[in-house]
């Protein structure tokens, strides 16, 4: 399976809020016409008054990321996660994520993905002793996939967009990025206008799906 | 005016995607059905797995509050605000808040109103001298009126309803407070179902209304 | 009384704790050594890797600040707040802020200065008729001195500092700004080597002392 | 090697900073003398009133712990970290934790140990064929150990030991929770001392240390 980015919920009318929002500052409800929204959401953003985007929000699943993306994920702290847990969920048909830069190297693909099998019977080995699951689970390695749901008010979004669509960031967490990027974009243009996806289309190419357990 | 308090946004079918997102956690996705999304969440609240509650937020707008209502509100920092601002909003008409305390005492009542149009005027002539609206804004009294927005996720709603809702509470924030539980409860019936308005109801009634400041 | 700021708390060897908390990131523990911690901290905050200034904290005590200050100043969600309550203390013998913009207006400095004295006359009334303080003290106005005690990491101060110590800033808060940056050089040279007081320098000059309620 | 947790960072005189702060909101200084913060802290704990613990931090190094552990232990936003890097730091020579529900069962802790050797076998061998380490690691279990430094304020740390140090939490966290309190007792024993480590000492007793890499 391919990492997968599902908007699960969005403020309506995202950018009219904003503007209803910021214009409680100055009072200046009177300004308000057609397409006003977008004028008075670019001057924000210019100006630096990002606060008032935080009365919008975005809900996301993302389906097929490693444990290493959700650890880094999570270290925002801004936001709010739902993720699956490896204490409860029993995580015998487990699904991993492949590095590109394994997968583009036939014998690092080999040894990877015999390792992976490896790790899987050994969970499996440890159910079957009477190992619990929350602590066979310590077998897992990075690569498991863990599902997780993200919600974070735009302004926030804003953030984690920049910094994790950076070229510094992991593949992983920049696939992420762009595809957010480019929803957020179709939901609310003004308030993302100003960053691209030029960056993100390169950490896209250079993606790799996850691969299926089995 | 009396104290209004509008919905301005709210997550679409909240209860829904709190569901979804509670159930990531566990994938137990295939025990969704009709009316499934009540029963889940009275069993987070009862369990105290709150932090699922946050996918959803909802965002007000408050009109007819005084500056000692907005200074106690803005203290909560897990919301979002945008405020009028008395440095960019000319007050020169400003409307005030009376408090039912002073309203029930007639010879206090008078004594209060001779006092805010004195506020006013004393704003207005330090305005005709050249001062500048942030500097001659030190004369406004605390019952002054401010506009609010405001935005929360369903988690820190439940906090600020409990906290601001309760009989130590001042009656400002109180009225406040019935008026989103009122709202919420309609909006999302299970997220709220276990916070009463009955010690609000109380709340409400001792309320009066601010005071045009004309 | 002037504006008063001091010092209550700061993390001890601040500079030394950040490093040594940084340098978990990389295990980079073999390259302490004397001075060790301002390269490393300068390099930290060149390349904008600021969340590690949050293992250290001060706090400080706000003395003379109004509440139109500390309205401002509470909207910093990212800090720790204990403030004068309006509600508990009686405040029959409130000190007051005059702002330099009235200050250096004889005309509009008398007539400020009638009105707070009014305005104290007007609360005394009030509690002699039996109003609770916490609805007398809704003829406050904004120039009342409020104390208040304020904490953060000192991620969140340079943050604080550069926006409050803009010129765009009033200047009651841009005096707070210089003050406490000021504390801070001494504490913490390194952390805030890039913030420079040359703004706060004519933020300071132009300030006036809050005057005595008597 | 053990879990070990270090003290790098507290607030000096915590309790007296406390009660300073604390007496803002009443004004009521003069009521300090001996002892008067240990009753002052126990009233506000008992009033709920724990925003004032918000003054006070403590900052401590985690060794030896898993990152199943530290995975969840950023999950707590109102915290500061710094965290061992994967991607930056060579893990060829890692160390793991052994969960005490494997060790206790001598052909489970067998096919544990083997696994372990095959992961870190298997880290080397893709760094051989030239893959980043950053994404090497994505064969790391969750066993393999990570250091993080830690920092929170004294309402945080209540709200963590509380959840994470009962008997729903996993046994790795109770371990940290247990040290931390004991630690916290000790530096600031009225804020922590309605917590007992009752049940806590059952999770140190069940406890077993993590098993070097070697």
Redesign the interface.
């Known amino acids: 399976m391919e990492l997968e980015v599902h908007l ?2 969005v ?4 950018e009219k ?1 904003i503007e ?3 214009r ?4 200046s409800f009177h300004r308000q016409g057609p397409e006003s929204d977008r004028r008075f959401i670019r001057m924000l953003i210019e100006r630096g008054h990002e ?2 985007l ?4 975005a ?1 996301f ?1 993302i389906r097929g990321g ?3 993306f ?2 880094q994920l ?2 925002h ?2 936001a ?10 029993d995580e015998q048909n487990f699904q991993w ?3 590109p ?2 997968g583009d ?1 036939p ?2 693909r080999a ?2 993905s015999d ?2 099998n ?2 899987r019977e ?1 969970y499996r ?2 159910q079957a ?4 699951n ?2 066979a ?7 498991v996939c863990s ?3 993200v ?1 974070a ?1 735009f302004r926030e979004w804003r953030h984690i967009l920049r910094l994790r669509g950076s070229r510094k960031a ?1 593949w992983e967490i920049r696939r992420m990025a762009a595809e957010i990027l480019r929803i957020l974009k179709r939901e609310a243009p003004s308030v993302f206008y100003d960053l691209d996806t030029g960056d993100r289309q390169g950490a896209a190419k250079e993606f790799r799906a996850p691969v299926d357990g089995a």
Chains 1, 2, 3, 4 share one sequence.
């Open positions: 699960l919920a403020t309506p009318q995202a809020v209803e929002a910021g409680t500052c100055y009072l606060s008032v935080e009365h919008a929000t809900s699943r490693s444990r290493s959700t650890h999570v270290r702290r801004l709010s996660y739902s993720q699956q847990s490896q204490r409860y969920v994520v492949e590095p830069g394994i190297h014998e690092a040894v990877f390792f992976m490896q790790a050994t080995r440890l002793m009477g190992i619990l929350e602590d689970r310590y077998v897992l390695p990075n690569a599902e997780i749901v919600s008010n992991q």
